[in-house]
């Protein structure tokens, strides 16, 4: 079965980075769009950023909150997708989550919408102390 292991979170100050990792198995992350979520407490599950598939030319899409501070990439070797993070505030913490879709329909508009994705890593917890 399809796994998405997430890996690089952790407590890190104001301004500070963190570089999140995305595993898969059983998946191209090459192939099929793929996103980072997020949950805060209390708040529900949002779209951070997402990159199309080799069909669509890898085109990334940001949430407006990170755009200019974080950065989605893919290492097609590897099977592993990233979510470099930097300017961190204390807005940013949560748990991050990666998905992944089952079809090769683009992200497109569509990217932030938690319900397009078929596949999710069990998460890894980010905390930005102020």
């Known amino acids: 079965q399809v796994q998405l292991v997430e890996s690089g979170g952790g407590s890190v100050q104001s301004g500070g980075s963190l570089r999140l990792s995305c595993t898969a198995s059983?998946?191209?992350?090459?192939?099929?769009?793929m996103g980072w979520f997020r949950q805060a407490p209390g708040k529900e599950r949002e779209g951070v950023a997402a990159?199309?598939?080799?069909?669509?030319?890898?085109?990334?899409y940001y949430a407006d909150s990170v755009k200019g501070r974080f950065t989605i990439s893919r290492d097609n070797a590897k099977n592993t997708l990233y979510l470099q993070m930097s300017s961190l505030k204390p807005e940013d913490t949560a748990m991050y989550y990666c998905a992944a879709r089952s079809s090769r329909i683009p992200c497109g508009s569509s990217w932030y919408g938690r319900n397009e994705y078929n596949y999710w890593g069990q998460g890894t917890q980010v905390t930005i102390s102020s």
């Open positions: 990159i199309e598939g080799s069909g669509s030319g890898f085109l990334p």
């Open positions: 059983r998946i191209s992350t090459r192939t099929f769009c």
